[in-house]
């Protein structure tokens, strides 16, 4: 594929020189002028597109091309050239001057691939609104070449998506009494002339039969897209065109939102409910109604009729899938439909209702799953009916089966991300489904890592916090064993001669089945996370190197800063105390993957300064563990940027100012921690001077609130002033260790200099200097010299 | 105003090409701003989707020749990419993609769009381009012969509008499109 002939082809074209160019245009015009329009014609214009679409920039084509180029388009008979001169035309927009724009003529009908240059041309509302008018009145007139109107629908449909302003009320009601005629009243027989057999028929041309349905009966009803014939009839075409944009034009024309939550839906329906439902109840009286509502009846109807074909068993497979496809713009139709007459929704509510009691067990139609949950969301309380079966459907059973379903994710989550507001308020159990919902994120963690970023906030609440957040940290052990799982169901008899993988063996044996059932499990609620964590990273060791736990590893931190960022706003003291220590145990307990483990602990500081500077008393009320981890030596290697941290947050909020809770005894017991961990790493080993210092720094701090310690410290830090930092590495470091002794020791001579530098009150740390009265009247005074003085 | 195209089909290339591959006339909406730049985050975006997608698979791609295409389209790996607002459009938007050995066939679609009915569309767009565009093979086809994209994107996917066809519409289509291939 894309050979390098293909390549040098651009390049030529990108680079043929302006005379030769100029001799290509004349003898193109040349060939132009002439009645034949045979192959070289053709060859010639495929060469000018090439050169045209492959020049970076837009290309002026002379003038005299350019008229014959524009009048083949618009009334040549022969659809490669209309084609091409079109295409051509095209690459040479926008058009820089005014002599160069194409005017309308009133060319009726409008060949599709002319109205298409029109379209691209067209810079201004006014240009679309002439545009539309004209394939407005095409569609009148009804003019004898049929088929060429045949893409008026899908031209509109491009103009009403950029503008839909350019199609006035009277236009719009037109087209909505047309589209109830090729919605409803299509024809039922098969369309165009069979073909006239063989030897045997005569002058009688066979009567085309009626259409059938896709299971081969005959169709009893009227005519839709899920209906087949021999030949269609233009106004069958018409109906396939009319569905097609039906959804669009309601949407753009109706005030139908997109089935989403619309805060206005309930006045609305006050308003509409109340003069249209009895209307909307009887439908053979739906003639008496204006044109927009009458649109809105037909397709109700369509819609209906869609959902009851869709339960045939159609005879091809291809047909097999439009009918999901049927089923799921028919319900996106009715829900619509149903936000803007809620007296429809009685009508509408027994018809998807048995739709999910018939699809819900079926694992290849999830797709259409979801738009019926929409319509649940939207109108379940209206009809009064219980929804849970939909959600547990939805957020339980498809993301366990179906989580490598690409389509399916990415629905689920739009599904989610546009309606978390009301998911909240009506759907309580929404997040005791978030095992199951992170299965999408853990086999696919690039392409929905965005949209998780989006979601993760409505699934952290106080109940579900501390769960949450161990499964983040395990979401690459949970990529992992989806992939055992699905490995698993692929090749069910394990591979003979030992080759198969280590961990496959352990996912299938029964001693550690309750380890994957619990990381494998759809509901939250049994558990914060398992004991024997250590013994499934055992397992999960060769997975390291998997690409997809890669990537899935790589998404972690992102989500983590989410959820530490929310988790602060829904969580009280205790809670987040509870957080403190699954830091501290989870710090130790990760998935073995290359730099996995060095960005959680990022990760981890930062947030637990954060969480320390918010509630400084969590760092007394868990003083014990803090002190345990940072009173044990191994720490310092395998974790130091997370060591650093705990002992600066120890240093800073150990104090009585903080919590009243602390006492000198604890004071003392935290100094005399530290005090053992910095001498036994000095003396032993070479340290890094960053762990060195913020012990210094955190000892000086303790020893400034306690002042019996200041003598033990000072000791120490005059041992560095005189030189003994043997076990220093580089220069550099020497350098940084011993001013930062000096600067502390120097602090120390003077107890309380000490205790406000190193204790400032809180006053001092959130400084507002220019509110201050007196800190402020120095600047006031110097300003106001400076402006009177005109010195 | 019309602005950037809604729906277009790109191929763009896997391969080491430096050109970006986006053939203007797989445009089936027109441009009035047709201004390239504008389009390739969009692409730089499915191209890492592809990519990664590929890697975490670990599926080994099976060269296929002239007169495989089925083959090809079944081995071929699909997804969707969602493109946030202003990426490049104003508004948000769906890429899907379909990934036939060193090529990626993209159809960007709109939120009210039906993903079902564009994933279908999509598959069997790729499957006439593979054909009649002989892409399997070393020819360069799909720049002498770019008539037939537009031609393809004009039965099927008229003015960028999705179709609800079943198969006797799309065999009708089918017809006319041989037809015009013929020649």
């Known amino acids: 594929m894309y050979s390098a002939g293909t390549e040098s082809l651009i390049k030529q074209a990108r680079e043929i020189g302006e005379e030769e160019l100029q001799k290509f245009y004349c003898r193109i015009t040349k060939q132009l002028m002439g009645k034949e329009h045979g192959h070289d014609v053709i060859d010639s214009l495929q060469r000018l597109h090439l050169i045209m679409a492959s020049t970076k920039y837009t290309r002026r084509l002379p003038v005299e091309l350019h008229q014959r180029l524009l009048s083949l388009c618009v009334s040549s008979s022969v659809e490669q050239l209309t084609v091409l001169t079109s295409a051509v035309l095209r690459e040479t927009l926008p058009p820089s001057g005014p002599g160069q724009i194409y005017t309308l003529h009133d060319h009726s009908p409008l060949p599709s691939h002319t109205a298409a240059l029109m ?72 369309g165009g002339v069979a073909s006239s057999g063989g030897f045997f028929t005569g002058p009688r041309i066979r009567q085309p039969g009626p259409v059938v349905e896709l299971d081969g009966c005959v169709c009893g009803d009227f005519f839709t897209v899920l209906c087949v014939s021999q030949a269609f009839s233009d106004d069958q075409w018409m109906n396939l065109y009319s569905f097609s944009l039906l959804r669009h034009w309601l ?193 696919d963690s690039p392409g929905l890592v965005s949209d998780y970023v989006d979601v993760l906030p409505s699934l952290v609440t106080a109940g579900t916090a501390v769960e949450l957040l161990h499964s983040l940290l395990d979401l690459p052990c949970l990529t992992a064993a989806l992939t055992l799982q699905l490995r698993s169901a692929c090749f069910p008899v394990s591979e003979p001669g030992g080759r198969g993988l280590s961990s496959l063996e352990a996912f299938r044996s029964p001693a550690h089945r309750g380890l994957f059932l619990f990381l494998l499990r759809g509901e939250a609620g049994s558990g914060d996370t398992m004991d024997r964590l250590s013994v499934l990273h055992d397992l999960l060791m060769e997975a390291a190197d998997w690409s997809r736990v890669i990537q899935s590893a790589q998404s972690v931190p992102v989500l983590l800063h989410v959820y530490f960022n929310t988790v602060t706003t829904v969580s009280d003291e205790r809670l987040l105390a509870q957080l403190v220590l699954v830091l501290l145990e989870r710090s130790s307990l990760l998935l073995n993957i290359p730099k996995y483990t060095a960005e959680i602990h990022r990760v981890f500081s930062h947030h637990l300064l954060k969480l320390c500077k918010l509630h400084p008393s969590l760092v007394v009320d868990q003083s014990r563990e803090l002190l345990e981890f940072a009173g044990t030596t191994t720490n310092i290697h395998s974790k130091e940027d997370l060591y650093t941290h705990v002992v600066w947050v120890l240093g800073e909020y150990l104090s009585v100012s903080f919590d009243s809770r602390c006492s000198v005894d604890l004071v003392t017991s935290c100094f005399e921690a530290l005090e053992a961990v910095l001498f036994e790493i000095t003396s032993s080993g070479s340290p890094s001077p960053r762990v060195v210092t913020s012990l210094l720094s955190a000892l000086a701090k303790l020893a400034s609130r306690s002042h019996d310690l200041i003598p033990r410290v000072s000791l120490f830090l005059s041992k560095l002033r005189s030189g003994a930092v043997s076990w220093c590495g580089s220069e550099e470091d020497v350098v940084a260790v011993v001013t930062r002794g000096e600067e502390l020791w120097s602090l120390l001579k003077l107890p309380s200099v000490a205790l406000s530098v190193l204790t400032p009150p809180s006053l001092a740390t959130s400084p507002r200097w220019h509110r201050d009265a007196n800190a402020t009247l120095p600047p006031r005074l110097r300003t106001l010299t400076g402006l009177t003085d005109t010195r | 105003m019309p602005g950037v195209a809604s729906r277009q089909i790109t191929t763009l290339s896997l391969s080491t090409l430096s050109l970006s591959l986006l053939h203007p006339s797989l445009y089936s909406i027109p441009l009035s701003t047709p201004s390239l730049s504008l389009l390739h985050p969009s692409l730089r975006q499915v191209r890492s989707a592809v990519t990664l997608s590929r890697e975490a698979s670990g599926r080994v791609l099976v060269e296929t020749v002239l007169g495989e295409e089925l083959v090809a389209l079944q081995e071929a790996d699909s997804g969707v990419q969602r493109l946030g607002r202003g990426e490049p459009w104003a508004g948000e938007r769906s890429a899907l993609w379909l990934g036939v050995q060193s090529l990626a066939f993209t159809l960007v679609t709109e939120p009210h769009e039906n993903l079902l009915l564009a994933e279908g569309t999509l598959k069997n767009i790729t499957r006439h381009c593979l054909e009649h565009l002989r892409m399997l093979g070393m020819g360069s086809e799909v720049l002498l012969k770019s008539d037939r994209i537009d031609v393809l994107l004009h039965r099927l996917l008229p003015h960028g509008q999705l179709l609800f066809l079943n198969h006797r519409f799309t065999q009708s289509l089918e017809k006319e499109l041989a037809n015009y291939m013929a020649q």
């Open chain 1, 119 to 190: 379209l691209s041309q067209a810079g201004s509302k006014e240009d679309l609104s002439a545009l539309s008018s004209l394939l407005l009145r095409s569609l009148e007139g009804r003019p004898a070449g049929i088929l060429s109107h045949l893409h008026t629908l899908p031209l509109l449909n491009t103009i009403i998506t950029y503008c839909p302003e350019s199609l006035t009320e009277d236009h719009v009601t037109l087209l909505s009494k047309r589209l109830v005629d090729w919605l409803r009243y299509a024809s039922v027989q098969q």
């Open chain 1, 251 to 443: 949407i753009t024309y109706h005030n139908v939102t997109d089935g989403n939550n619309s805060t206005d839906a309930d006045d609305r329906s006050e308003v509409d409910g109340s003069v249209v439902s009895m209307v909307s109840a009887t439908s053979s009286s739906s003639r008496l109604l204006p044109p927009k509502e009458r649109l809105r009846e037909k397709s109700f109807q369509y819609c209906q009729r869609l959902i009851e074909q869709s339960d045939r068993k159609a005879l091809k497979r291809t047909d097999t899938e439009l009918q999901k496809a049927c089923l799921v713009e028919a319900v996106r139709i009715l829900d619509g439909v149903c936000v803007e007459d809620a007296g429809c929704v009685y009508r509408a509510f027994p018809c998807v209702k048995s739709l999910f009691g018939r699809l819900n067990s079926d694992l290849s139609c999830s797709r259409v799953l979801l738009p019926i949950a929409q319509f649940y969301l939207n109108h379940g309380e209206t009809a009064a009916v219980d929804s849970e079966c939909v959600w547990r459907c939805v957020f339980g059973v498809l993301p366990a089966e179906c989580f490598n379903d690409p389509y399916l994710a990415h629905e689920t989550l739009s599904f989610i991300r546009a309606n978390q507001l009301q998911l909240h308020s009506s759907v309580p159990l929404y997040t005791h489904y978030f095992p199951s919902l992170l299965k999408f994120l853990a086999w």
